[in-house]
T-cell receptor
Framework: GAVVSQHPSWVICKSGTSVKIECRSL??????MFWYRQFPKQSLMLMAT?????????EQGVEKDKFLINHASLTLSTLTVTSAHPEDSSFYIC?????????????FGPGTRLTVL | DAKTTQPTSMDCAEGRAANLPCNHS???????VYWYRQIHSQGPQYIIH???NNETNEMASLIITEDRKSSTLILPHATLRDTAVYYC????????????FGTGTRLQVFP
């Protein structure tokens, strides 16, 4: 159990377009999901915390109008990179907190590699 | 900022135990120690966590010092598939607190 999926696994887009990345908890409900970004040879950087039915909380320095997060259900959160530019090229990873375990363990998706040309 | 410090890299021979240290000298009484690992180009994988007692599961053992200022993750019989970056993270358990990743330890298991 505790499987988190992401779609797509990789995407290539032109500069100026928008890209939507989905994060799903397949076998558990997640009231809270997190979005991370990882540049090559660097650690994961938390971008935002997504709570079902409410607005996301963004980390300092992350533009909320550029990285739109929607968490409309207990099993799905989406990250939309609007007007993508080459500097947005990165590995985007989501995680979902499973409350049923009592410790709210976070389980990570496999990641989405975004390349902006 | 991450509350932990780890060596940048370590090597381990296949079949031997890999001991990965972590310092968390400012850990609070209600904070747990979590370990995750990330194999290249994949999402992080949960390994183990503990509060103050030593813990063991099918993947690893976690040894926490009595003063809780440091811990060691032990992979008893490392395999080539254990080559990854290992992250030690402290956070309050039982909440949806965010995980703050440090730089981690890059473990290379060699034949």
């Amino acid at each position: 159990g505790a499987v988190v999926s992401q779609h797509p696994s990789w995407v290539i887009c032109k500069s100026g377009t928008s890209v939507k990345i989905e994060c799903r908890s397949l076998d558990f409900q997640a009231t809270t999901m997190f979005w991370y970004r990882q540049f090559p040879k660097q650690s994961l950087m938390l971008m935002a915390t997504s709570n079902e039915g409410s607005k996301a909380t963004y980390e300092q320095g992350v533009e909320k109008d550029k990285f739109l997060i929607n968490h409309a259900s207990l099993t799905l959160s989406t990250l939309t990179v609007t007007s993508a530019h080459p500097e947005d090229s990165s590995f985007y990873i989501c995680s979902a907190a499973r409350s049923a375990s009592g410790n709210n363990e976070q389980f990570f998706g496999p990641g989405t590699r975004l390349t902006v040309l | 900022d991450a509350k932990t410090t780890q060596p940048t890299s370590m090597d381990c021979a296949e079949g031997r135990a890999a001991n990965l240290p972590c310092n968390h000298s400012t850990i609070s009484g209600n904070e747990y120690v979590y370990w995750y690992r990330q194999i290249h180009s994949q999402g992080p994988q949960y390994i183990i966590h503990g509060l103050k007692n030593n813990e063991t599961n099918e993947m690893a053992s976690l040894i926490i010092t009595e003063d809780r200022k440091s811990s060691t993750l032990i992979l008893p019989h490392a395999t080539l598939r254990d080559t990854a970056v290992y992250y030690c993270i402290v956070r309050v358990g039982g909440t949806t607190d965010k995980l703050i990743f440090g730089t981690g330890t890059r473990l290379q298991v060699f034949p």
